[in-house]
């Protein structure tokens, strides 16, 4: 499992021998649930590897919060990687994937459906060399915010 988690750095020379379709996600993935697992799987069958830019801890509190995340980056990582779904993981620090993508290259960037086209970041990259971007199905209330609301409204 360590093996499919990398740092950019890490992941390079391992891309360089990757023969075969890239399909690429990024997000927090702090609770894993169940609209996790079926958009991973729906990507994955988009290509012959699944690679998750993974948001660190520090760029998931700036984007989330100082509360979150709740599960250390190692752990959401490991969770990741242990998934057949998922080929790599590789863990950023800024706000958004966009230098990730730019370096990773995929031939497809996927992401939720509560995402649409143009605010899918990293989709002037991928198109600008013929590769495709897609905005893939989205499981109303299965989200990590919601999984925390229902939790603290039970207290």
């Known amino acids: 499992m360590q093996s499919k988690i990398k740092n950019l750095k890490e992941f390079i020379p391992a ?25 991973l799987q729906e990507a994955r069958k988009l290509g012959d590897y699944l690679i998750i830019g993974l948001n660190s801890d520090k760029s998931v509190k700036k984007i989330k919060g100082s ?25 950023f620090d800024e706000d958004t994937p966009y230098e990730l993508i730019s370096a990773i290259q995929p031939d497809v960037l996927v992401k939720g459906g509560d995402w649409k086209g143009n605010d899918i970041v990293g989709k002037d990259i991928v198109e600008a060399y013929g590769g495709k971007v897609l905005s893939l199905s989205y499981i109303q209330g299965r989200s990590t915010t919601d999984i925390i609301d229902k939790v603290l409204q039970s207290r």
């Open 15 to 39: 891309r360089k021998k990757l023969k075969g379709k890239l399909v690429f996600t990024n997000g927090c993935f702090d609770l894993l649930h169940v609209g996790h697992i079926r958009y």
């Open 67 to 91: 509360f979150r995340p709740i599960i250390p980056e190692t752990e959401r990582a490991e969770v990741l990687a242990a998934l057949e779904s998922v080929s790599f993981v590789v863990l």
